[in-house]
């Protein structure tokens, strides 16, 4: 039996504790909402590298 922290054991609890305090039809929105988030952060991480740096 796996003793490390993400064990499927401990993943499956999460599932279940998730889907309690939130319900199925949010835990979708919820999901856009994280990638739509992660998509932008990304976006502006790499423009950021784009733009040269400017000294003062």
Do not use: I, N, T, Y
Request: glycine content about 12%.
């Amino acid at each position: 039996m796996a003793s490390g922290f993400l064990s499927p054991v401990h993943v499956a609890l999460l599932l279940v504790v998730v889907l309690m305090l939130f319900g199925a039809k949010r835990l979708p929105e919820f999901g856009r909402s994280l990638g739509s988030g992660m998509r932008g952060f990304k976006r502006a991480l790499d423009g950021a590298e784009d733009e040269p740096k400017q000294l003062e």
